[in-house]
T-cell receptor, first 116, second 113 residues
Framework: AQKVTQAQTEISVVEKEDVTLDCVYE???????LFWYKQPPSGELVFLIR??????QNEISGRYSWNFQKSTSSFNFTITASQVVDSAVYFC?????????????FGTGTRLTVIP | AAGVIQSPRHLIKEKRETATLKCYPI?????VYWYQQGPGQDPQFLIS???????DKGSIPDRFSAQQFSDYHSELNMSSLELGDSALYFC????????????FGPGTRLLVL
């Protein structure tokens, strides 16, 4: 059965610090997709990144970077030089199957608070 | 760029009443998903539709039903509402194909009194 674990329930950092959000997943499928979504206090779910199971390249987008390691079933997310606007709940999610367009299984989320 | 539209954004109902939530997917997206997010919880998948046919079913109560129409918009019908149905209901849409992503609407916040 599929499962996504975000062990960190809440994290607080001071502005400009780096922070890493952990995500560990379980799946029996060999083809799957991993996602990160951001949910700011306003409530919407904002797509951040998608990674498929065959692409273990790390990715950097501005202050965001992602480290995907199949050997440890982890897909961690790092924010560099955090800002107050980064304060949100971050969800890691898994979609099984070849397209990434199947239903998402979410982790329980990590609430990040960036203190000015 | 056009996003997923959900209406209404907020809804207050009494117990045992009915509610209908609407979702308009991103243009050319052929798949719609519904999720329920309780307070302080992660979103839980309810049901999805591809080309107007139900494609997958999650933890949707029997009191709820949904459908996708010919213009690809979808409606979630909720009957005999209970206090525990109070939640944020998200609709997401995607295009079926490799490397596709679900994009979420702003959600409908339902409060059952």
């Amino acid at each position: 059965a599929q499962k996504v674990t975000q062990a960190q329930t809440e994290i607080s950092v001071v502005e400009k610090e780096d922070v890493t959000l952990d995500c560990v997943y379980e799946t029996r499928d060999t083809t799957y997709y991993l996602f990160w979504y951001k949910q700011p206090p306003s409530g919407e779910l904002v797509f951040l990144i998608r990674r498929n199971s065959f692409d273990e390249q790390n990715e950097i987008s501005g202050r965001y970077s992602w480290n995907f390691q199949k050997s440890t079933s982890s897909f961690n997310f790092t924010i560099t030089a955090s800002q107050v606007v980064d304060s949100a709940v971050y969800f890691c999610a898994l979609s099984e199957g070849p397209t990434g367009a199947n239903n998402l299984f979410f982790g329980t989320g990590t609430r990040l608070t960036v203190i000015p | 760029a056009a996003g997923v539209i959900q209406s209404p954004r907020h809804l207050i109902k009494e117990k045992r009443e009915t509610a209908t939530l609407k979702c308009y997917p991103i243009p050319r997206h052929d798949t719609v998903y519904w999720y329920q997010q309780g307070p302080g919880q992660d979103p839980q998948f309810l049901i999805s539709f591809y080309e107007k046919m139900q494609s997958d079913k999650g933890s949707i109560p029997d009191r709820f039903s949904a459908q996708q129409f010919s213009d690809y918009h979808s409606e979630l019908n909720m009957s005999s509402l209970e206090l525990g149905d109070s939640a944020l209901y998200f609709c997401a849409s995607s295009f079926q194909g490799p490397q596709e992503t679900q994009y979420f609407g702003p959600g409908t916040r339902l409060l059952v009194l």
